[in-house]
């Protein structure tokens, strides 16, 4: 692992004083768990490429991909099966963006009064308070959506038409309450990093406290800020738990929020723990549609990481 | 700029009694410079000691036992001094003596410092500073400020000049604003084919001219600098105080600085701060001597400063 090392050969009649008196045998050991350490994770995610593709290979040898991606119809365990996986992404669309119009201000408001209006005595308890809201189960997450947010959903909803018992107006606003932690907490720290010269500056000019933090701060710390809102939206297009116990199992091409839908990862947890024989085509679906969901959040890191490019200011 | 090298190095006093002899020559006066509404002024860029102005009678700032504290400590005690209009006015003294400190209560910094509290007097042109009803906000658009190592925002040089305007709510035309800024901060003409350009691609003393050009696009009343050129090579620093020359005909300025030749070439009056252990070992800050730089440099009245000066301590 080590790059080519050029080594000073002593001349011919001098003394080698300054050769290594002693082998350092541990740092090479050291070093090589350190490697290992780094190239599990990247060789794990490598695996994963790996396995999802043959069964999706294989799935799209029956089902044509235009079938796939443009269908209406999500039954593929029926008969007649339907293999359109619209529905799932619909509905995980939709949970996801209901999860960010909750998320987004409540984080990004947070990390900014943390960051910029908190005294440290009061940052440093609410920090930590909120970072336990990380570490709930999610299951915890999805029961609390079902058995209390939507009964009082239900409750103050005016007019007869409420939500139904599943739905995705509840999950998503809970999978956004989960994911304030991490947007508020690492935007936290992307603003927390501005130098404090830069207020300096700012607040000399005469700025309010909200000009620097709006004018100066937050653009000095989007690519931070993005970074977070995107581990955020990774973080809510993958969960499982809460939309599998609160938005229910059938799935539903429906933009009402207040219905209840099945989104891509509540399909592959339920298809997955069911018994579907090995090499059949419903179980190469979950292959497909885990395929689908892994594109889908490439192409969305790809794509903030060009914005962020684009639109940060960097400090030095 | 390129006399940066055969300025007279007032430490050593070429010339024994500067003071007098600048008063004596008020025709080396600079003719062009010089606005013409004061024809007394004697200011010359060459002369070892700039010599006080004749007292515009203008107090800006009227300091009357100020004390800053950090927590319990008290990082400088009992200053009294005035600062008058248009006049170059440094402070010099040992780290720790705290005169950036004392420098950062005029234009309220310390309030964004939780644990920093104020007691005394501040008047600025008779109003109390830190009377109840005044905003700091308001404050610092009067009285601005550049600090010691380059600050400018992560943006456009136009994006920094425009800032201060913005937020302050400029409604006239940014544009002409922003080249009449940087034309009175010299920079127009280094910057003019680059205003869309990252700031932070300038040079160090050019980053420090542009936010001294920030801070006067709000058109301020006061400039206070903390140590405006300790970053800057002597170049860079020559241009800075061409610039506090040519900007002290318009604002009043108060200029922290280390070095000693700095303040004997730009200010009118030099204050020398220094630091002291009282009877129950805190350290504090303390003004020690306050008067023309003329006198300051060539006869101080107290030991100290002259032990300061001359580089016996410090």
């Known amino acids: ?316 | 700029m390129t006399d940066a090298t055969d300025r007279p190095d007032p430490v050593e006093g070429t010339d024994p009694a500067p003071h007098e002899a600048a008063t004596a020559t008020p025709a080396r006066a600079r003719p062009a410079a010089t606005a013409p509404d004061r024809p007394a002024d004697s200011r010359t860029p060459r002369v070892a000691f700039r010599d006080a102005r004749p007292p515009s009678g203008v107090p800006v700032f009227e300091v009357g036992g100020v004390s800053v504290f950090y927590g319990d400590h008290e990082a400088v005690r009992d200053v009294n001094m005035t600062i008058e209009n248009r006049q170059i006015t440094a402070m010099i003294g040992p780290s720790g003596c705290g005169k950036s400190t004392m420098i950062r209560c005029f234009n309220r910094m310390n309030d964004l410092i939780p644990t920093a509290r104020v007691t005394g007097k501040i008047r600025y042109h008779n109003e109390d500073l830190y009377g109840r009803d005044v905003d700091p906000i308001e404050v610092r658009r009067r009285i601005g400020m550049v600090f010691q190592k380059p600050n400018p925002f992560p943006k456009s040089v136009y994006d920094n000049i425009a800032y201060g305007p913005r937020v302050g709510g400029f409604k006239g035309n940014l544009d002409d604003l922003v080249e009449e800024t940087l034309t009175h901060a010299a920079l127009w003409d280094e910057v003019k084919a680059g205003l869309k350009r990252s700031a932070l691609a300038l040079s160090g003393g050019q980053q420090q001219r542009l936010c001294i050009a920030r801070t006067i696009a709000v058109k301020p009343e006061v400039i206070l600098m903390d140590e405006p050129c300790s970053a800057l090579d002597p170049i860079a620093t020559a241009k800075i105080e061409d610039l506090m020359e040519h900007l002290a005909q318009e604002f009043t300025i108060i200029v922290v600085t280390h070095n000693m030749q700095q303040a004997a070439r730009v200010s009118h009056r030099t204050a020398f701060f220094t630091s002291d252990i009282d009877e129950a070992g805190v350290r504090h800050g303390r003004l020690v001597e306050y008067d023309e730089t003329a006198r300051i440099f060539s006869n101080p009245s107290d030991q100290r400063t002259e032990d300061y000066i001359s580089g016996r301590f410090g």
């Open chain 1, 1 to 316: 692992m080590t790059g080519p090392r050029r080594r000073e050969r002593a001349a011919a009649g001098s003394s080698g004083f300054l050769k290594r008196s002693q082998p350092r045998h541990g740092e090479k050991v050291v070093m090589v768990l350190l490697a290992a350490a780094s190239l599990v994770s990247v060789l794990t995610t490598v695996g994963i490429v790996i396995a999802l593709i043959p069964p999706a290979a294989e799935f799209f040898q029956k089902v044509s991909f235009g079938d796939f991606i443009t269908g209406t119809e999500w039954s593929p365990l029926f008969k007649p099966p339907h293999f359109g996986v619209l529905p799932l992404v619909t509905a995980t669309l939709m949970v996801t963006v209901i999860a960010l119009l909750v998320a987004v201000p409540l984080g990004l408001g947070a990390a900014v009064y943390l960051s910029e209006y908190a005294r440290p005595r009061v940052r440093s308890v609410f920090k930590p308070v909120l970072e336990v809201l990380a570490g709930i189960p999610t299951v915890v997450y999805g029961f609390f959506a079902l058995k209390a947010v939507t009964p009082l959903l239900q409750d103050i909803w005016p007019g007869d038409d409420g939500p139904q018992v599943f739905n995705a107006l509840s999950a998503g606003f809970v999978m956004g309450i989960m994911i304030i932690p991490t947007v508020a907490s690492l935007s936290e720290d992307a603003m927390s990093a501005v130098p404090q010269d830069l207020r300096d500056g700012a607040f000399a000019l005469g700025s309010s406290r909200m000009q620097v933090s709006t004018k100066v701060v937050f653009p000095a710390a989007l690519s931070g800020i993005v970074a977070a809102v995107v581990l955020g939206i990774s973080r809510a297009i993958g969960e499982t738990m809460i939309v599998a116990v609160a938005a229910g199992g059938r799935p539903n091409l429906s933009f009402d929020p207040l219905e209840g839908m099945q989104t891509m990862t509540a399909f592959i947890a339920a298809a997955g723990i069911g018994d579907l024989p090995t090499g059949s085509t419903g179980y190469q679906t979950i292959f497909a549609v885990g395929s689908l969901l892994f594109v889908m959040t490439l192409v969305m890191n790809l794509v903030s990481i060009r914005l962020v490019r684009r639109y940060r200011e960097v400090y030095e």
